[in-house]
Nanobody
Framework: QVQLMESGGGSVQAGGSLRLSCAASGYTRNSYCVGWFRQAPGKEREGVAGIHSDGTIWYADSVKDRFTISQDNAENTLYLQMNTLKPEAPAMYYC????????????????????WGQGTQVTVSS
């Protein structure tokens, strides 16, 4: 059974940083996509960053040059380093993993992912 558990969310002032972690268990794939999504109240869940098993990384335009996604395969952990955070409505950040091989263009498409964590809340105040 695949389980994903996020941590590291919290409240921070604009311009600050947070590092999110996602611990995975029961997940082994030769070809996969893993990524981070976020959802603010009343809005669609949107892709923030994703990694393909071949090492390809995609970022949403809104976070390029500020966020960095990485993974530690030995620890089965996915990270999202968020710098220069902007004041926005509070959002839940979710990590996700695909159930089968996925195409690189789908890295930020939520329907490409089958496994989701419970989310961690991020609030950025001005």
């Amino acid at each position: 059974q695949v389980q994903l558990m996020e941590s590291g969310g919290g409240s921070v002032q604009a311009g600050g940083s947070l590092r999110l972690s996602c611990a995975a268990s029961g997940y082994t794939r030769n070809s996969y996509c893993v990524g981070w999504f976020r959802q603010a109240p009343g809005k669609e869940r949107e892709g923030v960053a994703g990694i393909h098993s071949d090492g390809t990384i995609w970022y949403a335009d809104s976070v390029k040059d500020r966020f960095t996604i990485s993974q530690d395969n030995a620890e089965n952990t996915l990270y999202l380093q968020m710098n220069t955070l902007k004041p926005e409505a509070p959002a839940m950040y979710y990590c996700a993993a695909s159930s089968a091989s996925c195409s690189r263009p789908l890295l930020l498409w939520r329907l490409a992912y089958s496994y989701w964590g419970q989310g961690t809340q991020v609030t950025v105040s001005s």
